[in-house]
């Protein structure tokens, strides 16, 4: 038992543990979007979503028991990312988007098919260990950004620098 936070402090860092600020991120959107592949992004924060079974109740004999009939995510992934020179990561997912909802005839029309523009997309998350090995890599797949949410300015946030956050959709997340 550690008596004091340097024991703990050493303790902890002996361990083979996943320290929450080592990774990065890399995003290969759909061959079909003619985006570029973003290799070794650096995200401010990055939320993985929790998962879910659903059950149906079986309470016709005995105490009442849940069954699981499936597998479901709690919210979409969520990416801060620092914004740097000409908000470039900004057009990046705004352009995404556009090309998941396109114009035409001067409105946004229906999204396009789903093979290829949603269901090659991928994001991993690379984590790294205490001494920047690969911990793991989690792939969300047929990932796509759903929302970039309002990005505040102001005179008041002095020495603070801008970022984008940006909610992604998936249809599940593995380790591997």
């Known amino acids: 038992m550690s008596s004091n936070i340097s024991d703990f402090r050493q303790q902890f860092l002996s361990k083979d543990l996943q320290i929450a600020n080592r990774y990065k991120i890399n995003i290969y959107p759909g061959m079909d979007l003619n985006l570029p592949i973003v290799k070794d992004l650096y995200a401010e924060s990055v939320i993985l ?6 059950f149906n109740i079986d309470e016709i004999w005995g ?4 069954i699981p009939s499936a597998r479901t995510y709690e919210y979409e992934a969520v990416m801060t990312i620092p914004l740097q020179g000409k908000w470039g990561i900004y057009k990046y997912f705004n352009d995404w988007m556009n090309k998941l909802v396109f114009k035409k005839d001067d409105r946004f029309f229906a999204r396009p098919a789903y093979e290829g523009t949603i269901s090659d997309s991928v994001v991993k998350l690379i984590p790294k260990k205490v ?34 956050m940006v909610l992604f959709a998936f249809r599940e997340y593995e380790t591997d």
């Open 131 to 164: 001494d920047d090995e690969t911990a793991t890599i989690i792939t969300l797949r047929e990932a796509y950004p759903i929302n970039i949410m309002p990005i505040e300015m102001g005179q008041n946030l002095q020495n603070i620098y801008s970022s984008v």
């Open 49 to 54: 979503p929790g998962r879910n079974l659903e």
């Open 63 to 66: 105490p009442i028991r849940k």
